[in-house]
Structure formats: C-alpha cells, structure tokens
C-alpha cells in the first residue's frame, strides 16, 4: 500500500517528536534541528537540565546559553522589556535565524542559562520540528550548538551522534540543516542601534533595511583576540577558538588569480614536504587545486551554499586526517561576513595575502 507509507511514516514522526517532548519536561537533554544547526535542548527553567547541557558538550560554564521559543506569548515570561527596535527585528525575522539579547525577567530561567548575566538571548527557531518540540514540551527550551564545545557545529543529526552519543538522551533527526552556520546574536539600543555581537544567517544589510539605521559590530569581533588589552567580546562564546580542525589551517585572501596561484603554489610546497594536504574552495577555481581532500564551498556567486557546507567539510577534513589546509577567503558582505567569521577562528586567524 504505497499511500499507506508516508501515512505510517508521519504517525512514526509524531510519536518521535511526542517522546523527545516528554523527555525534555522531564529535564532530560534532547538534540533537535533547526534551520541553522542542531541545538541541545533542555528546559531552560531547570537548573539540573541545563548543567547537563555543559556537562555533555564540555562547555566552559562562563558562556550562556540561547533559549527557544515557539510563540510569542512564550517571550512574555521570560523578559522584562522588548524596546521598539527589537519589536521590530521579531516581526521581520521571527521566526529565524536570529537571536535578541534582552533584559531577563528575574528567577526564570537558571542562572545556568545566562552565566550570571542579567540579559537572556532568545530566539523562535524557523524550523517546524523544533517548534513542534518546544510547543509540545512546553517550556522555554535551552539549546546551544549540539557539538562538543571546540568542534564544528553539527548540520546533520549524524553529526551529533559522533559528538555526543551516549552523553545526551536523545536526538531527534530533521534531515541536514538549512542555512548551515548559527543564528545571528544581537542586541537592540533604546537609541535604535543594533549591535552584531555574533554574525549568523540574517545579514546586517538585512537589519538595516529594517531598522533604517547603521549596523554596528561588536569591536571585539573584528580582531584575532586574545592579547591582554583587547576588548571582551560581549557574546562571550566569540571569545573561544572554535571549529578548529587538528590540520594547521590558513585563509588566502586576495584577487582571484592570485590566490589561484598561491593556493597551486603552497599545496604543492606542502606535499613536497610530507604534509597530508586539504583545500576548501570556490568552484570556479577548485579544479585547479591539487590536495588529498578537495572540499567545494559552491559557487562564489552564491554564499548561502558556502555557508551550508562550511562545518560538514571541517568534519570531513578530520576524517581524511590532513594535516596542513588551505581555503580560500570570500567578500565579507552578506552571508559572507558570517562565513569568514567561522573560518577565521578555524585558522586561528591565519591569514595568507596573495595581493591585489
Ligand atoms: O543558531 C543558533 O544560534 C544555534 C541553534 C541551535 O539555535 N545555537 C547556538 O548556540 O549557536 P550557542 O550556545 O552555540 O551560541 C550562543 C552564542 C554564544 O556565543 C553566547 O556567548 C551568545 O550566543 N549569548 C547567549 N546568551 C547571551 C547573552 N545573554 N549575552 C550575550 N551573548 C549571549
Ligand atoms: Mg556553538
């Protein structure tokens, strides 16, 4: 009975979806998609379900946690004010990939959830399973990046599975992940300013169209980082290298037909030297690439497939065991400022200049 099938696979999915929920009620630890990456969901009121969370991703405890929302009328609890700004970045980009850091409503959500702070990021994931799940559990559901804190995050529940099988008490599979890099952190002035405190799947071209204003990003996020006198970033997560892989990894960057022949130059440099050699570039000059692990961001005419396909070829450059990776850069607007932001912290800001 071929129409029998997709029926019995819905009853199946529902069943799925209505276990997970009642395992998250119950304060247990639930991997779930969303059209960014996987999160790592538990209640966000409860304090012993989110320690789980930074105990299964080996999370240093100072970096808070995203909280989840299905519906508007969830928000109310959890936040003291919504200003005018930010009001208006919900209406156009909610549900969506992007995450409002708003005053937080006292003894809601754990402490746990906010490291300490007094401001809570939230976001309704545009995703119908997640929705489904946090609706059916029915409480705010804490959820950052469903990997191991210092891997790539996870656009494939079989990304989570290596990360976090047997840590967790379940993973609920939605197929592979849209926009494939995380949801944008903001935070909204009074004054109509929106800061970029992480960049993610909507763009600050995006923001401004809305807010009719000018975008700022987070000082902290334009520099490698890390000496004594620069500025905190305020996501504190920006302030850990994440997604680096075990190769020693470097971005050229320049015109195109230079670092064409930089790229050509350095992989063959670097297997004459006994390295295992990866590239990670743009189609239109990928076959001209000579590397034991060749990996395609797609056409450089279109961001949204590199982003897609940024974390799952990190995996993939661990599997293969190389250990010296060259990629290829991109123009820092639109996706593409997010893109180079999460392939900057994997090479640790290495950065090679073909020239003009
Ligand atoms: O797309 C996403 O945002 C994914 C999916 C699962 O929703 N989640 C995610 O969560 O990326 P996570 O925990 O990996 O990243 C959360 C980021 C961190 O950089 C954290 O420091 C920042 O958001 N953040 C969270 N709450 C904050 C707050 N109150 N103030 C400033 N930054 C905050
Ligand atoms: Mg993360």
């Known amino acids: 009975q071929p129409a029998s099938v997709p029926a019995a696979q819905a009853a199946r999915d529902a069943e799925a979806l209505a276990e997970a929920a009642a395992v998250l009620a119950a304060g247990g630890t639930v991997a779930f998609p969303t059209e960014t990456v996987y999160g790592l969901g538990a209640d966000a009121r409860n304090t012993k379900a989110v320690e789980a969370i930074f105990a299964a991703k080996g999370r240093p405890s100072d970096n808070p946690l995203i909280v989840h929302i299905a ?6 609890g ?22 409002l850091v708003l005053p937080a409503a006292p003894g809601v959500v754990s402490p746990r959830v906010t490291a300490g702070l007094d401001t809570v990021g939230v976001r309704m994931p545009a995703h119908d399973v997640a929705l489904r799940l ?19 995050s996870p656009t494939l529940a079989s990304h989570v599975g290596e990360d976090l099988s047997g ?10 992940t849209g926009v494939g890099l995380e949801s944008t952190v903001v935070e909204a002035g009074r004054d109509g300013t929106v800061t970029v405190l992480r960049p993610g799947g909507i763009t600050a071209e995006q923001i401004a169209r809305v807010t009719g204003a ?10 490698a980082g ?26 050229v960057s320049g015109a195109a037909d230079r670092v064409a022949a930089r790229i050509q130059a350095e992989l063959a440099a670097a297997s004459a030297r006994g390295e295992k050699t990866g590239v990670l570039a743009f189609d239109e000059r990928l076959p ?12 450089e005419t279109e961001l949204a497939a590199a982003a897609h396909r940024l974390y799952a070829a990190l995996r993939r450059f661990d599997e293969c065991g190389v250990t010296y990776i060259l990629a290829e850069s991109c123009p820092e607007e639109g996706l593409g400022a997010a893109v180079m932001n999460r392939l900057l912290k994997a090479a640790g800001h290495r950065v090679i200049d073909a020239g003009e």
């Open 288 to 299: 001209s690439y000579r590397a034991d692990c060749s990996l395609s961001l797609g056409s």
């Open 134 to 152: 946090i609706a059916a559990a029915g409480c705010p559901v804490a959820g950052p990046s469903a990997n191991r804190s210092g891997r790539p």
């Open 167 to 176: 840590r967790i008490d379940g993973i609920v599979d939605g197929g592979p």
């Open 78 to 99: 959890l936040v003291t004010e919504v200003n005018e700004t930010a009001r208006k970045l919900m209406e156009a980009f909610w549900p969506g990939p992007l995450t």
């Open 71 to 76: 519906s508007m009328s969830q928000l109310e």
């Open 214 to 223: 000018g975008v700022k990003l987070d000082a902290a996020l334009r520099e």
């Open 226 to 251: 890390g000496g004594a006198d620069s500025p905190a970033p305020r996501a504190p997560g920006m302030k850990y290298t994440h997604y680096a892989p075990q190769g020693v990894m470097r971005i």
